[in-house]
């Protein structure tokens, strides 16, 4: 992983930390409004789930630097229709520009920098780089999304936060042009049909029950994420000794940031010291943020919440990178981006299945019990893979 491909992960996720903390502001500022806010979202959320997939075989088949350098084209379009937007009728293609951008951004780019790696330096280099990625992805945004508030209450207008994500995605549109270099699919293998990828991507899965279970496991995260990042404010709000603290929420975002950063960092050197033990400490890490779920869910004072939510936070950044090591070790090359983006999908639909979910149960279970069944779930689906490994082996699962 070069010093520069490294700046450009860094530069890309600052630049999407800017419009992070202001995004549905912005939208509400633009014309719309906290009836036809949630609908622009879900035009954007639909967007995303509809291109995921899609984006990622594109990047297998035609190149992981297009479809990358794509994506900021997306985006560049998306930011000057929302900077010229003054109505519905504007925000609608802002938003389907930006999910779009969104689709094929997601996988190009680490998918690129992954093979290089292990052309390189062969599998071993796997825990490293996923880490490193993970760290910098982690870094860019929690700085990006600081900045962002600052920029905002400086200028004292939303519109500085959409004209700095637009010259920060051209910036990295060029460095990624000039210094990223990729061979042509076609310098290394003929290129096959989309449906032909698509049956081997369906062969690939079937033939790797490993895989697929971790598949699996990225739809159980997206419910537990979308329920946790949903509620975790009111009911912080909630406990006597918070009301008035709203400055807390700030501190609180910062260190589950730190957490993912400091958890991505703990991981990776876990995974190099015990290579061949990858699998087990996955589910390890898996039942304990499951765990620790549960703990969260029982919190009543303002110490105890906070400390669980920067656990949480720590042992998903261990998940994330152990997931990540053994999914890039599980795929070959040529369908990397594919599964990269299959892994994203499944957590969106998680994530849409928990709005419906929580939107009919949250009356009933209140904001404790919605995280109980979430962790619950995801539990009992790391349960599942402990069983995988033990009842049909490792050499099965690999």
Known sequence: MTKMQQVIIALNS?????LIPVFNLVLLEKGSSLQTLPLLLGIYSVT??????????????????????????????SFCVLFAADNMLWLVPAVIFYGLARAFSSGSLDALIIDQAIGRHGDACLAKVT?????????????GGLAGGIVSDVTGSHLANI???????????????????????????QPIPFYEHLRKGRQLIADKSGLGYILLSAFFLGFLLFS??????????????????????????????????????????????????WWSIYNVFRILFAVGILVFALQKGVIGFVSCYTSIYLLLGACNVAEST????????HMRASVLSLSSLNIQIGGLCASVFNSLMVGRLSFSGVWII???LIG?????????????????VL
């Open 326 to 333: 053994l999914v890039n070790k599980l795929t070959p090359n």
């Open 48 to 77: 995303v789930l509809c291109m995921e997939l899609p984006s990622g075989i594109c990047a297998d088949i035609y190149g992981r630097k297009a479809v990358f350098m794509l994506s900021c084209g997306l985006y560049a379009i």
């Open 374 to 376: 979430a962790g619950i």
């Open 131 to 143: 880490s490193r990625m993970a760290v910098l992805d982690g870094a860019g945004l929690a700085v």
């Open 228 to 277: 946790l990042e949903t509620y975790w404010q009111p009911a912080f709000m909630q406990i006597p000794e918070a009301k008035g603290s709203t400055w807390v929420l700030g501190f609180i975002t910062f260190m589950g940031f730190l957490a993912v950063t400091i958890g991505n960092i703990a991981v990776q050197k876990l995974l190099d010291r015990y290579n061949s033990k």
């Open 14 to 18: 600052f630049s999407v930390g800017i």
């Open 163 to 189: 004209l700095l994500r637009i010259i920060l995605t051209a910036m990295v549109f060029i460095l990624c042009l000039i210094f990223v270099k990729e061979h042509s699919i076609r310098d290394t293998q």
């Open 380 to 396: 009992g689906c790391a349960a599942g893979g402990i069983y995988i490994k033990s009842s049909i082996g490792l050499k099965r």
